[in-house]
């Protein structure tokens, strides 16, 4: 492992683009905006021995604590990562190996790996569900090593991806009769879709503000967003999408692309106008422009750790399934305890300090729209 001698963006993106599970989390410009909320980045590659970089890894610390009162100790994280050819074992051996030792001499507290490695397919127990055997294997080397599954899953665990090699009516005829009856009635009561821009970051936030509010989850301050937006738009990996009827926006979402990839990270809507399906046409629209774009596979982000109706994300998933795509169940996020004690005790305040976070985090965004 080294550090990569990476001064631009254009340097380092060309270089994961092409690895397994590459990921806009993966990218410089997420380092770029995780550095102006207090993160450091440190961009590392794998090279094989004829010299060719095999595997990678933007890894994430940060001083733990909070406001004045850090420590000298850090917290670290790989979003999605780290991206390699997780079947080589031999490789997958070298990059954990380097990766705790990384984190032992940059004094880490605990260092947590994402990557985007599935360990099945389709909904457990179904007939057509199946095993990822690469990725069962690394989840049992991750546990014989000493590493542990988290308990802050950071990303969504599961989700839905579609695939778009096909053809337009091929992805039509996949979904189900109800999706295509929703995404059709949408066109004829008048929804349209149109891409938006940076000057529209406000009406875009405001939309999720209050989509948080409605459906009762947390997210962060405006900021945020704007940092993300801003810096993935004018990089020409994201769009934010929006849903009209008559020139009134009524939804949106923000479609992130890389890699042959697409993501549907953030998805908003108002309460006008909802008889008219508009969510099914603005997903559909997602997946026409990622396909012209070259994707090959839409994500759709998210879906339940349970395959339950208890679970949160079932009503989630529910419209998500009717497109057609295929379950996806991931490693999930697990921690490498570098030093035990200290992490013991982390894990233990941090649900107290989330909980406090997330209860000014509604207040903030409830602010937010009232101004």
């Not at 108002?270 to 070259?294: C, I, P, S, T, V």
């Amino acid at each position: 492992m080294e550090p990569a001698e990476i001064h631009s963006a254009i340097q380092w993106n060309s270089i994961i683009e092409h690895l397994p599970g590459a990921h806009a989390l993966q990218t410089w410009q997420w380092g770029q905006v995780k550095a102006a909320f207090g993160w450091e980045p440190h961009p590392l590659v794998w090279r094989d021995e004829k010299g060719t970089i095999c595997a990678a890894a933007l890894l994430l610390a940060r001083r733990a604590g909070v406001d004045s009162l850090r420590l000298p100790l850090n917290v670290m994280y790989i979003p999605r990562g780290p991206l390699l050819d997780w079947a080589q074992e031999s490789l997958v051996d070298r990059v954990v190996n380097d990766l705790a030792q990384f984190a032992r001499d940059n004094q880490a507290i605990f260092l947590k790996i994402d990557p985007d490695l599935p360990v099945g397919f389709g909904i457990p127990g179904d007939a057509e569900a199946s095993d990822h055997l690469a990725g069962l294997r690394v989840r049992e080397a991750l546990s014989d090593r000493g590493w542990r599954f988290s308990e802050e899953q950071i990303q969504f665990r599961n989700t839905v991806t579609i695939d778009l090699s096909a053809e337009e009516d091929d992805l039509l005829m996949r979904m189900k009769s109800k999706t295509r009856y929703n995404i059709r009635l949408a066109e004829r009561r008048g929804v349209t879709v149109r891409p938006g821009g940076i000057e529209e970051i406000d009406l875009l936030y405001q939309m999720y503000a209050h989509t948080a509010l409605r459906d009762d989850f947390t997210i962060r301050g405006k900021m945020y967003y704007q940092a993300v937006w801003e810096t993935f738009f004018r990089a020409g990996l994201a769009e934010p999408l929006i849903a009209e009827v008559d020139g009134q926006p009524l939804g949106g979402a923000v479609i992130f692309r890389f890699g042959g990839r697409a993501w549907y990270m953030h998805g908003m809507s108002l309460d006008a106008h909802r008889e008219k399906m508009f969510n099914y046409r603005l997903q559909w629209e997602a997946m026409l422009r990622a396909k012209a774009a070259g994707c090959h596979t839409y994500d759709m982000w998210g879906a339940p750790d349970d395959f339950t109706e208890d679970d949160p994300l079932w009503g989630v998933y529910r419209f998500k399934d009717g497109f057609g795509g295929q379950v996806v169940r991931t490693l999930g996020a697990w921690d490498l305890p570098v030093r035990a004690l200290i992490y013991t005790g982390y894990c233990q305040v941090l649900p107290r300090v989330l909980d406090i976070m997330r209860v000014r985090g509604k207040q903030a965004t409830k602010r937010s729209i009232n101004t």
